[in-house]
């Protein structure tokens, strides 16, 4: 079944805890994105992936890195995770760019006390 | 920054009515549009995409594109409980270095009364 994986689904962590979310897809996409949701704020990106190795920021990148060094994978990494990444979060792919249907995961909600 | 606007809602109509759904964006160079469905609790899936100027038409559902007035919507008819969800506009314009930026709406949350 083509699909996005995260995990874990939910995560509890307190600040200053260095964390990662992992994302998966199975789909031999070249694109991959994370985003957070907010209530009130919507969707916005958080960084992307044209491909291996090559990473760019989106419109929230303070606080989290990236690294994509397989095709197929994606990581999150809140080096000091702070109360206000108190989020949920979305890692999506498509095919060749953000021009694309978009699939996303089924979400991360974290929480930083 | 380039935005997305939506009425965030909540949009009620009854069972069998046509929900019109709203959407316009800044960003004048956008070129893709798409509509994504969104389930309480659940992450969103793609319903429409719509490139050019007009209608497109995909069983209950129509997106509509103006990109003079830039503005896109989309049309569900005969409205069941079940397409009760938040919908989210999605707009992506050139970055002008080889990719592209993709901005969602807040989107509108659809209720579908029985």
């Known amino acids: 079944e083509a699909q996005v994986t995260q995990n874990p689904r939910y995560l509890i962590t307190v600040t200053g805890k260095k964390l990662t979310v992992t994302c998966s897809q199975n789909?031999?996409?070249?694109?991959m994105s994370w985003y957070r949701q907010d209530p009130g704020l919507g969707l916005r990106q958080i960084y992307y992936?044209?491909?291996?190795?090559?990473?760019d920021k989106g419109d929230v990148p303070e606080g989290y890195k990236v690294s994509r060094k397989e095709k197929r994978n994606f990581p999150l990494i809140l080096e000091s995770p702070s109360p206000n990444q108190t989020s949920l979060y979305f890692c999506?792919?498509?095919?060749?760019?953000?021009?694309?249907?978009?699939?996303f995961g089924p979400g991360t909600r974290l929480t930083v006390t | 920054q380039k935005e997305v606007e939506q009425n965030s809602g909540p949009l009620s109509v009854p069972e069998g009515a046509i929900a019109s759904l709203n959407c316009t964006y800044s960003?004048?160079?956008?070129?893709?549009f798409f509509w994504y469905r969104q389930y309480s609790g659940k992450s969103p899936e793609l319903i429409m995409s719509?490139?050019?100027?007009g209608d497109k038409e995909d069983g209950r559902f129509t997106a509509q594109l103006n990109k003079a007035s830039q503005y896109v919507s989309l049309l569900i008819r005969d409205s069941q409980p079940s397409d009760s969800a938040t919908y989210l506009c999605?707009?992506?314009?050139?970055?002008?270095?080889?990719?592209?930026?993709?901005?969602f709406g807040k989107g509108t949350k659809l209720s579908v009364i029985p």
């Open positions: 999506a792919s498509s095919l060749f760019s953000a021009s694309y249907e978009q699939y």
């Open positions: 789909m031999n996409h070249e694109y």
């Open positions: 992936s044209m491909n291996v190795e090559v990473t």
């Open positions: 960003d004048r160079g956008s070129q893709s």
């Open positions: 719509i490139y050019s100027n």
């Open positions: 999605a707009v992506v314009a050139g970055t002008g270095a080889g990719s592209y930026q993709l901005t």
